[in-house]
């Protein structure tokens, strides 16, 4: 089962209703998720263009309250306080380094810690400064719901990012993160690392 795009928190759902994909596929037995997402760069070692192999994830509207799993616990999905120590599967972010390096496509591709914040407003520099302090390499505005109902749910997940913009880490700058640019960064030739995938 393939989706074409999601929706988001930020065009007026609400969290469990961005999520309602998974859980249709853990209901007609799908058991593994991959999940792909468009983020801003935050790790300086990052270009346009790589890709960043999500291995855990920050999960900001989580520090304020905004859940997926929010509301009485559905306990034929899963339990009520589910573990996110390991949300993203060792043995599938083992096997997609393994195909990266016989790929010889190492320089572009990393692994890092995803942040997801609401949006859809795109980041002031003091806030990007304040995410890279707290250890994110790219900043994205989905996924996390995603992974934390499939991990609910007992689904194994593997995710992934396309880095389409660097983050604007400077104030003495007058360039702007524009939508138009992250849609030019995935059109036209798909990007090396996409045989990977
Ligand atoms: O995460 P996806 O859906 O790829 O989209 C990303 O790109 C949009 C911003 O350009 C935001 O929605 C962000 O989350
Ligand atoms: N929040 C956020 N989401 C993005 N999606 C693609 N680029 C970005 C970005 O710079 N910030």
Known sequence: MCMKGRVHRYEGYPMW???VP????RLVGVSDVIISTATGGLNRGYKIG????????????GFSGDSPLIGKNDERFGPRFP??????????????KNVVKEMGIE????EGVYVMLGGPSYETVAELRLLRLLGADAVGMSTVAEVVVARHCGMRVFAFSL???????????????????????????????MPAV
């Open 163 to 193: 880095i389409t913009n660097k983050c604007i880490m400077d104030w003495d700058t007058d360039d702007e993160p524009l939508h138009t640019e992250m849609l030019s960064s995935h059109s036209g030739e798909p990007p090396d690392q």
């Open 83 to 96: 573990g996110m120590s390991n949300a993203y599967d060792k043995q599938l972010r083992q096997e997609a």
């Open 17 to 19: 209703k961005t999520t």
């Open 107 to 110: 320089e572009s591709v990393h």
């Open 22 to 25: 998974i859980r249709v596929m």
């Open 50 to 61: 790589d890709v960043m192999i999500i291995k855990d994830h920050i999960n900001m509207p």
